[in-house]
């Protein structure tokens, strides 16, 4: 059965101590698996580890957490130009994570809000630029925050098919974004018994829009909930979704996979 985990972080500092382990584990058990930078700092560090492995692919880009290293009132061009230099290596299959997350906003003023909120869209579109420029595809952080970033993504029509990561909006978004030509990663909340919503958004969509991923070291899969994630345990993710659709789970490694070397081109 071929797995591809098309999410993780494996430059987080919790992999610090046993990161080879990781990787050998992960060779073993998975075609590919990619890791996403979340500031300039990772993506740099994720692309020489991607090159230093030949399963292991990156993608490069600041979060929307993080995006005060790339805008604030305006796009700091210094960085943009690292972050495109980074692109050019093989190993580089996406730009992402990138996006928008207000998940956070609840305890600041209005004009704190206001000046983020600035800054996400700022950061998010150039870096949908530079996908673009570059004719990569784009992997979207989208958390409380689905409204502005498909209008977004109405303004901003990618050159690539691009992917929706950890995806938790709803069906009626979901047909929108699928209309706009993107796909849809599930993680760890998948496998959740209490995670309606996103199961219902997986018995809608067409198994050819889905992908998996573990976003690890964090969202950690049934039955290691709680404990550190890793690659590896994309298995139980694709377990969940078989489960959900109605098919096997062969079925599910097999059609993900696919999806996941056409859009990455693996
Ligand atoms: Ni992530």
Do not use: W
Request: net charge negative.
């Amino acid at each position: 059965m071929e797995l591809i985990d098309v999410h993780g972080h494996l430059v987080d500092e919790m992999f610090e101590e046993d990161l080879e382990n990781v990787i050998a584990n992960s060779d073993e058990n998975l075609s590919f698996y990619l890791t996403a930078g979340v500031d300039l700092a990772s993506s740099e560090k994720s692309v020489s580890l991607a090159e230093k492995h030949k399963k292991l692919y990156a993608t490069v880009g600041v979060h929307p957490e993080d995006v005060f290293d790339l805008a604030c009132d305006e796009v700091d061009k210094d960085k943009l130009h690292k972050l495109l230099k980074l692109c050019e290596s093989k190993k580089v299959v996406a730009v992402g994570e990138i996006g928008l997350d207000y998940h956070y906003l609840q305890d600041k003023t209005a004009e704190e809000i206001e000046k983020i909120k600035h800054a996400q869209k700022l950061a998010f579109e150039s870096q949908l630029d530079m996908a673009n420029m570059l004719k990569l595809p784009v992997v979207i952080h989208s958390r409380d925050a689905m409204g502005d970033t498909i209008e977004i993504l109405k303004r901003n029509k990618l050159e690539r098919e691009s992917l929706l990561h950890c995806y938790s909006g709803s069906v009626e978004s979901a047909k929108i974004l699928m209309e706009l030509g993107f796909s849809f990663s599930f993680g760890g909340v998948a496998t959740f018994k209490n995670a309606k919503n996103v199961q219902e958004v997986i018995k809608f969509l067409p198994l050819n829009k889905i992908m998996l991923e573990t976003d690890c070291p964090y969202m950690t899969p049934e039955p290691y909930r709680g404990k550190r994630n890793e690659p590896k345990n994309v298995v139980y993710v694709a377990d969940a979704i078989a489960r959900i659709k109605g098919v096997s789970i062969e079925e599910v490694a097999r059609v993900t996979t696919e999806n996941a070397k056409r859009m990455f081109r693996l």
